[in-house]
C-alpha cells in the first residue's frame, strides 16, 4: 500500500499570506494526485487533480506541483473561506489519503 | 450533481448495517462509485470501489471479507453491505463519484455509523 503523509498537520497562516503543504508518498505516484478541501461540518470538496489541473470554479490562487513522490498544494493569498484541512489523494495504485493539513488562522 | 447517503445509525459489534447512496444530475451508469470513511476527528480513508459496470471491485485492507459494495444502476443506487461490525468501523461515510477511473469529482454529505454496545 502506498502511504502519503502530508506536512506540516497544522499551518497556522495570516490572511492574504502564502500557505504551502507538502505531501509525500512511500512510492512513486507519477502525476496521479489530486487535493482536496474539507470545510468543518462538510464533505470534501474537489480542489486539484493530475498535481495541477484546477477543478471547475476553483480559483487560481490554487496551484499544485509535483511528480514521482512529492508534491506541493500552494495557496497563493489566504481568504477566510480558505481555512479549512486540505487531503492529497494518490489514485496510480488503488487509492490512499493523506492524512490532512489544518490550515488554520494565524 | 448530487449523492445522498442513507441507512448509517447505532448498531452493536458483530451486527450488520447496509448503506445506501442516490445519484442523480450525472451519468451513473458510467461512473465508478466509492465509498470513504472518516473516523471522528481524524482523516480520510478510502473504503471500497465498483467500477461502472459492477464487475470489478477492490477493498482497503481494514474491511476486507467484512464489507462488499455492490450498485444497481437502475436505480443510480450504490450499496455497502457491512457485516461484523467493529468499533474502529465508526466514521462518516461518504459516496464518490468518478468517470476516470481516478480522481473523486462528486461527494455526498455523508452518513453518521457508530458501532458501539
Known amino acids: 500500500e502506498i502511504v502519503m503523509t502530508q506536512s506540516p498537520a497544522t499551518l497556522s497562516v495570516s490572511p492574504g499570506e502564502r500557505a504551502t503543504l507538502s505531501c509525500r508518498a512511500t512510492q512513486s505516484v507519477a502525476t496521479n494526485l489530486a487535493w482536496y478541501q474539507q470545510r468543518p461540518g462538510q464533505a470534501p470538496r474537489l480542489l486539484i487533480y493530475s498535481t495541477s489541473t484546477r477543478a471547475t470554479g476553483v480559483p487560481a490562487r490554487f496551484s499544485g506541483s509535483g511528480s514521482g513522490t512529492e508534491f506541493t498544494l500552494t495557496i497563493s493569498s489566504l481568504q477566510s473561506e480558505d481555512f479549512a484541512v486540505y487531503y492529497c489523494h494518490q489514485y496510480n495504485t488503488w487509492h490512499t489519503f493523506g492524512g490532512g493539513t489544518k490550515v488554520e488562522i494565524k | 450533481v448530487q449523492l445522498v447517503e442513507s441507512g448509517g445509525g447505532v448498531v452493536q459489534p458483530g451486527r450488520s448495517l447496509r448503506l445506501s447512496c442516490v445519484a442523480s444530475g450525472f451519468t451513473f451508469s458510467g461512473s465508478t462509485l466509492h465509498w470513504v470513511r472518516q473516523a471522528p476527528g481524524k482523516g480520510l480513508e478510502w473504503v471500497a470501489l465498483i467500477s461502472h459496470d459492477g464487475k470489478t471491485e477492490y477493498y482497503a485492507e481494514s474491511v476486507r471479507g467484512r464489507f462488499t459494495i455492490s450498485r444497481d444502476n437502475s436505480k443510480n443506487t450504490v450499496y455497502l453491505q457491512m457485516n461484523s461490525l467493529r468499533p474502529d468501523d465508526t466514521a462518516v461515510y461518504y459516496c464518490?463519484?468518478?468517470?476516470?477511473?481516478?480522481?473523486?469529482?462528486?461527494w455526498g454529505q455523508g452518513t453518521l455509523v457508530t458501532v458501539s454496545s
Open positions: 464518490a463519484g468518478e468517470v476516470n477511473w481516478a480522481w473523486f469529482d462528486h
